[in-house]
């Protein structure tokens, strides 16, 4: 989805040269923007994360039925027949910030409970998304509690890490035996241990910019005292709105309507 994100990618090609096929049904395997992907830095380094917008923000019937023109709308548009056919996704990404990986479910009760079907023992965001647009893991279906179709999202860890992509390989096994499509490996049949799960109360998108946080925060640091502040937003202060306030995903890349963080607070699981 996002060119500077290769976990994904690599657990896919793992996919394809260890010629997994489903014991039922379909699989489509989707390098979904390889344009980013390619695209060569100033560095020398390849994969951006977008070319001309980001991909995973226009996943909604008013952007994809718009006006707009882009590489990725026009990419988006045309993978739109074959998501129609999807009866469950799994989308792959990494992080540039620090902090362990996490599985975002959505708000949907149904995305909740297929995170913690998967396992795997990783923190569940129960989250809207972004101001700056719909993710594909909210997209039509995917996003409707009455819809029988679901999506997950997994952040797999820091970008350039291989262990992101061993997480992103071992997800996809187990989102697949979980479905059937595959049979489970041994160590997918012990129960994986009850995840933290996590509900997103207010996201946080820069206004005016430029933002800058107080302090170098990981994602899923902790502010115990309600009123912390942890960013300025321009002239605005960002303070946590409540005791053991979750950070999540703090971004420090960024431009007005961009995602800066969000928080959140610790379910009773
Ligand atoms: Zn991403």
Redesign the pocket.
Known sequence: ??GN?PCGAYALARLIKRMVRPLRGRLTLAFMNPAAAARRNGDGSHGA?AVEEDL?RVWSAGALGGPGASLELTRARALRPLLASVDTLLDL??MHCDGPPVILAGAAPKGVALARAVGAGLPIVIDRGHAGGTRLRDYAGFGDPASPTSALLV?CGQHDDPAAVELAYAVSLRFLAHWGLVEPRPSQLSAARPAPEIEVTDTITVQTGPFEFAAAYRSLDVVPRAGTLIGRDGAREVRTPYDACMLVMPSYLLGPGDTAVRLGRLRAV
Request: proline share 0%; net charge negative.
């Open positions: 989805m996002h994100e994360r995973n990404h990494s952040e």
